[in-house]
């Protein structure tokens, strides 16, 4: 891989086992966007040396348009690629020894191997994963976007994240199997050791096969499911509860060492900026990322003395560190600037709706600023706002691309959010969250009121 400068990068020795060289399966098949070709990756165990990732960067800012995005579910993605620069960056990848797994997707705590919190590592029981079940996990009659997730516990909790298939480390030893749904809402199935318990995801996952290409953990009969863990209705296991609720903000290891986890503002980051933090965050000690949930990674390695200059300089590069920001409630895409088919600038617009609507940012709204009808951001929002040739579609609960509750002229886009602003402030019942009062107002209410001179 050369740098724009034209400096080889060198490569490194692989950073983990059980995990397929070679061809990056994820841009085998790359997803067509608005701005060009879009390939979702997940290194190997989520983790990456901080020279890696600024490779992997280099290759975003070299065959792709420059952006990249860690989506709410901590998996990498590199926007405004090409069909003929998509071969070239999976070269690139495997030349500076990028791993990346094969198959379904598998989600891991963060600070896997790391955390003396965890309860278990859930890196190894990704690899023994891989290893025992590696040919039912690369099967083409899996749905394509069949999610395993393996919670080993710790400092940071993966409950909230829903997962086809889910593994949580419990404290006696065993792991609880569910499906289907987040922490609360899936249906456990097992409890059992290490073996047990992968015995038992290979067979989930072979009656997945056996029914179709399609098929997800959810769709699976509850008859079937009966035959195979009969014992299903009986389990009794305890949730343990997260240490932290973010990852954002320094988190202090048992060894002393402080992690510190940055978020990309709106999950996007411009390959510049991240190369030049992590040049900085190199010469502040830091060894290693991890990616994380929710749109960010994990800087590992800082020492305390590094840490208020790190978190300095993340804010600088554009980063969050401190959790529950206004900006989290927001999903934006590239937008005017970064996306050809944008008709506005999502990221300028997410500025103004922050500084001029306090209020509507209570931590209850999700709001999505798309920059034309495909949303690539966001699947449902309270509150869309999409970009079109005639100005802005205003959608109230539902995809950028339903139809609009109301319609907004370019040059009338300040005095609607003026309007929404005042509406919120007026409206809002004693106690009442801004995502309750907006579905209280409703389609007609909000149209009129935004419309009104
Ligand atoms: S939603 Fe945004 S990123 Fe996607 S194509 Fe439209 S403008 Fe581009």
Request: overall charge neutral; some cysteine; charged content about 20%.
């Amino acid at each position: 891989m050369r740098s724009p400068a034209g400096k080889t990068l060198k490569a490194e020795s692989p950073d983990i086992v059980g995990m397929q060289r070679g061809a990056c399966p994820a841009l085998a098949a790359p997803m067509q966007t608005g701005d060009g070709l879009l390939v979702r990756l997940r290194p190997a165990a989520g983790a990456l040396t901080l020279s890696r990732f600024r490779q992997l960067a280099l290759g975003a800012a070299q065959h792709g348009n420059g952006i990249l995005e860690i989506t709410a579910r901590g998996n990498l993605q590199i926007r405004g690629l090409r069909a003929e620069t998509v071969e070239p960056l999976a070269a690139d990848i495997e030349t500076a020894g990028i791993t990346v797994a094969n198959g379904v997707a598998i989600e891991i705590s963060p600070l896997h191997g790391i955390d003396a919190n965890e309860i278990a590592d859930a890196g190894d029981m990704e690899a023994a994963l891989r290893s025992r079940l590696g040919g039912l996990l690369t099967s083409h009659h899996l749905a394509p976007k069949l999610s395993i997730l393996i919670d080993g516990g710790g400092q940071f909790s993966l409950a909230c994240l829903t997962a086809d298939i889910r593994l949580v480390a419990q404290q006696t030893g065993q792991w609880l199997l569910s499906i289907a749904g987040d922490a609360q809402a899936a249906t456990p199935l097992a409890l059992d050791n290490v073996d047990a318990v992968i015995t038992a995801v290979g067979e989930l996952l072979d009656m997945l096969i056996a029914s179709g290409r399609q098929m997800r953990a959810r769709t699976l009969e509850t008859a079937a499911l009966h035959a195979r863990f009969p014992q299903m209705d009986s389990i009794r296991f305890t949730q343990a509860a997260p240490k932290k609720p973010s990852f954002v903000g320094p988190t202090r290891l048992a060894d002393g060492k402080i992690v510190l986890g940055v978020r990309l503002q709106f999950g996007q980051v411009k390959a510049a900026d991240l190369i030049s933090f992590l040049d900085a965050a190199e010469s502040a000690g830091a060894q290693q990322i991890r990616l994380a949930p929710d749109r960010g990674f994990l800087l590992i390695g800082l020492t305390e003395t590094a840490l208020a200059a790190m978190q300095r300089t993340a804010i600088e590069h554009g980063f969050s560190v401190t959790a529950n920001e206004p900006a989290e409630q927001i999903a934006a895409c590239a937008g005017a600037g970064a996306c050809a088919s944008a008709f506005y600038d999502t990221r300028a617009l997410a500025g103004r709706l922050t500084a001029l609507i306090p209020a509507l940012f209570d931590g209850s709204v999700k709001l999505h600023l798309s920059g034309c009808v495909k949303g690539c951001a966001h699947r449902r929002a309270d509150l869309a706002i999409v970009g079109s040739a005639e100005g802005y579609s205003l959608v109230l609960d539902g995809l950028a691309a339903d139809r609009p509750t109301a319609r907004i002229a370019g040059e009338r886009i300040d005095f609607a959010i003026e309007r929404l602003a005042r509406l919120i402030e007026d409206k809002r019942s004693v106690g009442e969250s801004s995502a309750d009062c907006l579905k209280r107002l409703g389609p007609t209410d909000l149209a009129k009121a935004l419309q009104q001179e």
